[in-house]
């Protein structure tokens, strides 16, 4: 067998100069030529380390095995079998900290491009006249409410399905997805795909009910009325602020509100869409994740002249995906590193016009294990803007603690669940992703939402708490 | 039609009328383009599983909303929302409505007055032709004043001179409501302030998911950032930032306005569709 080539087969993507004016997909995907190529590199190792990097234990060398060999649809058998969102995971998961983070080939040269190929196959069932169906267990007779169709309560609505049971996804929007739909771009995550992975799981007997705000219309308690378990999975969706002066000053967003305006409302396509959002030309951008990546590109999407994104630690400490960080770069987006707002400043009708900030220096390291950052005395400095997005983090969103009586939430309003079995403080009710954990990935949201599916089936056999 | 290009809609919602409360709002989208439009529950009735709502044809949205025609239907419609308004028996109070704002009070009245409060409502409008509901809020109070600003029907003057009367009157008000646009619920709470009567406001900032999560309807209370949506719409009058509230609810302006013109363009020509969108 010949050696592997020590580098990923590379995918084609837009030149960033075009790219960084429309909003369609940026890497193209493999041809079936390319995939087979790639998945050839894989070792198929005894004891692979990709499956204990996946947080739901995706049989990696199964599936890459198969490509391989070009058996293309044995290949989406098997990814089915533990994973139902692939098109999803193989676009935003952070391969590198997972499964690409733990391949032998990784040590010396490039992993395998789990992400590349996972992304592959679902784009290449998605071309077929039929989809794998997953494997059907008889019908149990009880019935499972999944509130939040975001990637926790999707993954939780598939396999209890699945499991036999009779589900209910409750969503407040009124499209499903979560921050699938109103978060991540369209050029990262085209919105047709979402379209499809859910209509995969509502194939599967699952029902959605959109428009639904579970805390207003129905409470947790009346949904146990009705259903046998509740898995809550809505999600860390209350944006943070700053709190610093001028920050209600017009002209600033929240991340979730800049990015809902655009993905979830259309709003780059106004005036066909009703929803507006402002097209600034100097948008600073305030924070180091994907959410500041997606929010800093959709802004020169829109046309600014100028995507400023202003993080207060250094490019190590960023906690944003590598391929978004190279991208944003590429595409142009100014990077201010060690540098912190403290507050805005404001024209006479209430505009901002100008953000105030700090040079910032490591110190020692925090709870994070990242090194904290510390003012600069005497660094302040203006930077001229008319758009500001904030996008520094979001809390959970309150309304169903606030609402449920005898469910426990811990000090930032999160709900207290088992880790191992989404198990809350009150019976019958399961919870998972960034609602228990706050803001985290799409991927251990859905790894939460395997085990919750796992104990929620349990409970449901046993009856025992 | 109520008056001019103000219009009242009954909706088919029965989940949501028999839940909602007076103070709450719904969200609503015409069609597919179409924005999120948040809406006072002006009244409920929940056996036959209606919800109504009465909106201003202001913008583009509102004006598209208001093609629609008996047994049409609209896109999606999400509620209740917001915190329910805070009724107890306070003894007397005040319920003031401005315009558009009128038959916002209205459940909030019927509902002070179940609570056997001693309800007297002000209402105020442009000009005679403006007022609204004045004989359903009649109904539910114990008096009505309703005031214009031209003097058209008899009463010359702004909701704040009424109130202004009634407090010199000497009878103690425990409690003012006031629901209508920015300026006037500033006003009256201005009014208010120094007789340090506890005056509630029902806040109309620019919404958007309208369950907490977008953060666009954060306003200004006693100096702390609240949002409308979830911790509103009610908030104390005398600690609300009113400029800031007037200053946000202008952002979208030159927005709105292009909207605007380009419906009523479509519009002109003949090529309206019925709400249907497709006139675009």
């Known amino acids: 067998m010949p050696k592997p080539s020590p580098k990923k087969t590379p995918m084609r993507e837009q030149d960033p100069k075009v790219r960084a004016h429309n909003f369609e997909e940026v890497p193209y995907g493999y041809t079936?030529?390319?995939?087979?190529?790639?998945?050839?590199?894989?070792?198929?190792?005894?004891?692979?380390?990709?499956?204990?990097?996946?947080?739901?234990?995706?049989?990696?060398?199964?599936?890459?095995?198969?490509?391989?060999?070009?058996?293309?649809?044995?290949?989406?058998?098997?990814?089915?079998?533990?994973?139902?969102?692939?098109?999803?995971?193989?676009?935003?998961?952070?391969?590198?900290?997972?499964?690409?983070?733990?391949?032998?080939?990784?040590?010396?040269?490039?992993?395998?491009?789990?992400?590349?190929?996972?992304?592959?196959?679902?784009?290449?069932?998605?071309?077929?006249?039929?989809?794998?169906?997953?494997?059907?267990?008889?019908?149990?007779?009880?019935?499972?409410?999944?509130?939040?169709?975001?990637?926790?309560?999707?993954?939780?609505?598939?396999?209890?399905?699945?499991?036999?049971?009779?589900?209910?996804?409750?969503?407040?929007?009124?499209?499903?997805?979560?921050?699938?739909?109103?978060?991540?771009?369209?050029?990262?995550?085209?919105?047709?795909?979402?379209?499809?992975?859910?209509?995969?799981?509502?194939?599967?007997?699952?029902?959605?009910?959109?428009?639904?705000?579970?805390?207003?219309?129905?409470?947790?308690?009346?949904?146990?009325?009705?259903?046998?378990?509740?898995?809550?999975?809505?999600?860390?969706?209350?944006?943070?602020?700053?709190?610093?002066?001028?920050?209600?000053?017009?002209?600033?967003?929240?991340?979730?509100?800049?990015?809902?305006?655009?993905?979830?409302?259309?709003?780059?396509?106004?005036?066909?869409y009703d929803t507006p959002i402002v097209r600034g030309k100097r948008v600073v951008t305030v924070g180091g994740g994907n959410v500041a990546m997606d929010s800093a590109r959709t802004a020169l999407r829109l046309g600014a002249d100028k995507s400023i994104l202003v993080y207060r630690r250094s490019r190590e400490e960023m906690p944003a995906r590598s391929a978004e960080v190279h991208h944003a770069e590429q595409e142009g987006i100014e990077f201010n590193l060690l540098t912190n707002p403290i507050r805005y400043i404001a024209d006479d009708k209430g505009w901002v016009k100008a953000v105030e900030c700090l040079r910032m220096e490591l110190g020692e390291s925090d709870a994070s294990g990242r090194r904290r950052p510390v003012p600069v005395k005497g660094s302040e400095f203006q930077i001229p803007v008319d758009t500001v997005v904030v996008a520094i983090g979001n809390s959970p969103n309150p309304l169903i603690p606030q609402t449920t009586p005898g469910l426990e939430t811990a000090k930032h309003g999160n709900v207290v669940a088992d880790p191992k079995t989404g198990r809350t403080s009150k019976k019958g009710v399961f919870a998972g992703g960034d609602i228990v954990t706050g803001a985290a990935t799409v991927i251990l949201a859905m790894g939460a939402g395997r085990l919750a599916a796992n104990s929620i089936d349990e409970y449901l056999k046993t009856g025992q708490w | 039609m109520l008056s001019a290009g103000i219009k009242r809609f009954e909706l088919d919602a029965a989940e949501i009328a028999r839940k909602a409360q007076p103070g709450q709002f719904v969200v609503l989208r015409v069609n597919e383009e179409g924005e999120r439009i948040p809406l006072t529950v002006a009244d409920t009735m929940p056996d036959k599983g209606i919800l109504v709502i009465v909106f201003q044809e202001a913008g583009k949205s509102t004006k598209l909303l208001g093609t629609l025609n008996e047994g049409d239907s609209i896109l999606d419609l999400i509620g209740p929302l917001g915190r329910p308004s805070h009724i107890e028996k306070f003894g007397t109070v005040v319920c003031v409505g401005g315009g558009v704002g009128t038959p916002e009070i209205l459940p909030v009245a019927r509902a002070l007055r179940q609570a056997g409060n001693k309800v007297i409502s002000i209402i105020g409008f442009r000009n005679k032709d403006l007022i609204l509901m004045a004989d359903e809020m009649r109904a539910v109070s114990d008096e009505l004043i309703v005031a214009t600003d031209d003097g058209s029907n008899g009463n010359k003057g702004f909701v704040t001179d009424m109130l202004n009367q009634v407090i010199a009157r000497g009878e103690k008000i425990a409690h003012v409501f006031a629901v209508g646009p920015v300026i006037m619920m500033k006003m009256v709470s201005k009014v208010t302030e120094p007789h340090k009567i506890p005056t509630v406001v029902s806040l109309n900032p620019i919404m958007l998911d309208a369950t907490g999560m977008c953060g666009v309807c954060r306003v200004e209370v006693g100096?702390?950032?609240?949002?409308?949506?979830?911790?509103?719409?009610?908030?104390?009058?005398?600690?609300?930032?009113?400029?800031?509230?007037?200053?946000?609810?202008?952002?979208y302006l030159p927005e709105e306005k292009q909207s605007l013109e380009m419906f009523e363009s479509a519009h002109a020509k003949g090529g309206c569709c019925g709400g249907k969108g497709a006139c675009r």
């Open chain 1, 32 to 272: 079936p030529e390319e995939a087979v190529e790639e998945a050839k590199r894989c070792l198929a190792c005894k004891k692979p380390g990709c499956v204990q990097g996946c947080p739901v234990n995706i049989n990696i060398p199964g599936f890459i095995g198969q490509i391989a060999l070009g058996n293309f649809w044995e290949a989406m058998k098997i990814m089915k079998q533990t994973n139902t969102l692939p098109a999803i995971c193989g676009r935003v998961c952070p391969q590198e900290s997972q499964c690409e983070g733990q391949c032998v080939l990784g040590k010396k040269n490039e992993p395998v491009a789990v992400g590349n190929l996972e992304r592959f196959i679902a784009d290449w069932e998605a071309k077929q006249s039929e989809c794998v169906m997953c494997e059907m267990k008889p019908a149990t007779g009880k019935k499972v409410a999944v509130v939040g169709a975001g990637p926790a309560g999707l993954t939780v609505a598939s396999d209890c399905a699945k499991m036999g049971h009779s589900v209910t996804m409750f969503e407040a929007l009124h499209k499903p997805g979560g921050v699938l739909v109103y978060g991540i771009p369209e050029f990262r995550l085209p919105k047709t795909i979402v379209e499809r992975e859910v209509s995969f799981v509502t194939s599967m007997g699952v029902k959605l009910e959109l428009n639904h705000v579970v805390g207003k219309l129905k409470s947790v308690d009346e949904l146990l009325n009705e259903f046998d378990a509740v898995f809550v999975g809505t999600g860390a969706g209350q944006p943070s602020f700053m709190g610093i002066p001028g920050e209600n000053s017009l002209g600033i967003y929240s991340a979730n509100e800049y990015l809902t305006r655009s993905n979830l409302m259309k709003a780059y396509l106004f005036p066909k």
């Open chain 2, 223 to 251: 100096g702390e950032t609240k949002l409308a949506c979830v911790d509103g719409p009610e908030f104390d009058g005398h600690k609300v930032d009113f400029d800031l509230l007037m200053a946000r609810l202008r952002t």
